[in-house]
């Protein structure tokens, strides 16, 4: 709940938020969606960062640039023509309608609930995320999940997606499209004479960070694309998922699996039809 908010600051630039977030509890907010969950937050003064010229999605230098304040709307919309797609996926599979048209990139990743489905395709990706303010540098995704560099004077200003040229598949359960998902996973990988290459392996929502499977995605590269060796592989994953009030961690476990290995089933397929 938002309760006695004094000041209201609509800022024209990034460098004008900064400013403003010197002052003591005030803080930004973009799609403001974090802010329905209950609990109380004890700042005085609001930010709306809608205003600052975040909200685009481009291309430079054969790279994608998006805007912290893109929303999950249009992220769902676009179409990065290849691997990338798989944040267009997990954009429009997530929330509601309505909800998506509020939800920003930034917002989710400087909230970072557990069940979001952004950290997973962006882990996939390789994504670099910009930051201005105090901590300002461009960080590797992973950096950036396990710092804590977002320290109260410190902004997402975008997300960096280099560009993607393998086969990339994204898919996330949940009880219903609605519901928050319990496990969300992303697989890249190219598959060069019959070999699978640049294995990249993410898993979400069971973690209450989402993470890479660096030693799987070892062991899979260069393996002839054989469904049966890679299955034996995907079986060997070990992670110890967090405790959900619904489903047993037995239950995760044998999900994640299962939806890592149709992401390479259909990795092959894809490959078989190019
Ligand atoms: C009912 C419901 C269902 C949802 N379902 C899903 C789902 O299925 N999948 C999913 O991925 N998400 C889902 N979400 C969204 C998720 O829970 C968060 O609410 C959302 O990611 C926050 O994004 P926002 O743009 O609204 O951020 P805000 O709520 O505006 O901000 C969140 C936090 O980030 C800070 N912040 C915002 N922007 C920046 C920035 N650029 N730099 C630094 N700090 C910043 C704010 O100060 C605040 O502390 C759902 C939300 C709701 C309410």
Same mark, same amino acid.
């Given at each position: 709940m938002i309760k006695n908010i004094q000041e209201w600051h609509y800022p024209e630039s990034v460098? *004008?938020?900064l400013a403003l977030m010197k002052k003591n509890r005030v803080i930004p907010y973009a799609g403001g969606?974090? #802010?329905? /969950? +209950? $609990?109380t937050i004890s700042a005085v003064g609001m930010i709306s960062l809608r205003k600052i010229g975040l909200s685009f999605i481009e291309e430079t230098g054969g790279k994608t640039m998006i805007g912290a304040c893109a929303r999950f709307g249009e992220i769902g919309e676009y179409d990065f023509g290849d691997g990338r797609n798989m944040l267009k996926a997990a954009a429009s599979f997530s929330a509601s309608n309505s909800l998506r048209n509020m939800i920003t990139i930034g917002g989710s990743l400087a909230s970072l609930p557990s069940w979001s489905n952004i950290p997973t395709p962006l882990l996939a990706l390789n994504a670099e995320i910009s930051l201005a303010g105090t901590n300002a540098i461009v960080v590797g995704i992973e950096d950036f999940l396990d710092g804590k &560099? &977002?320290? $109260? =004077?410190?902004?997402?200003?975008? !997300? !960096? &997606?280099p560009k993607a040229p393998g086969i990339g598949i994204y898919t996330r359960y949940a009880r219903t499209t609605f519901d928050y998902s319990i496990a969300d996973v992303a697989v890249y990988? /190219?598959?060069? +004479? $019959?070999? &699978?290459?640049d294995v990249r392996?993410?898993?979400g929502n069971v973690f209450p960070k989402a993470k890479r499977f660096h030693e799987i995605e070892e062991k899979l590269n260069s393996v002839a694309f054989d469904p049966g060796k890679v299955a034996t592989i995907v079986d060997s994953m070990k992670?110890?998922?967090?405790?959900?009030? =619904? #489903? *047993?961690?037995? #239950? /995760?476990i044998n999900l994640v699996k299962t939806m890592v290995k149709r992401a390479f089933e259909q990795i092959g397929e894809q490959a078989h039809e190019n």
């Amino acid at each position: 709940m938002i309760k006695n908010i004094q000041e209201w600051h609509y800022p024209e630039s990034v460098e *004008s938020a900064l400013a403003l977030m010197k002052k003591n509890r005030v803080i930004p907010y973009a799609g403001g969606t974090s #802010f329905h /969950r +209950g $609990g109380t937050i004890s700042a005085v003064g609001m930010i709306s960062l809608r205003k600052i010229g975040l909200s685009f999605i481009e291309e430079t230098g054969g790279k994608t640039m998006i805007g912290a304040c893109a929303r999950f709307g249009e992220i769902g919309e676009y179409d990065f023509g290849d691997g990338r797609n798989m944040l267009k996926a997990a954009a429009s599979f997530s929330a509601s309608n309505s909800l998506r048209n509020m939800i920003t990139i930034g917002g989710s990743l400087a909230s970072l609930p557990s069940w979001s489905n952004i950290p997973t395709p962006l882990l996939a990706l390789n994504a670099e995320i910009s930051l201005a303010g105090t901590n300002a540098i461009v960080v590797g995704i992973e950096d950036f999940l396990d710092g804590k &560099l &977002l320290d $109260g =004077t410190t902004l997402i200003t975008g !997300i !960096i &997606l280099p560009k993607a040229p393998g086969i990339g598949i994204y898919t996330r359960y949940a009880r219903t499209t609605f519901d928050y998902s319990i496990a969300d996973v992303a697989v890249y990988a /190219r598959v060069v +004479g $019959g070999r &699978l290459k640049d294995v990249r392996i993410a898993v979400g929502n069971v973690f209450p960070k989402a993470k890479r499977f660096h030693e799987i995605e070892e062991k899979l590269n260069s393996v002839a694309f054989d469904p049966g060796k890679v299955a034996t592989i995907v079986d060997s994953m070990k992670f110890p998922p967090s405790t959900n009030p =619904t #489903f *047993s961690k037995e #239950f /995760r476990i044998n999900l994640v699996k299962t939806m890592v290995k149709r992401a390479f089933e259909q990795i092959g397929e894809q490959a078989h039809e190019n």
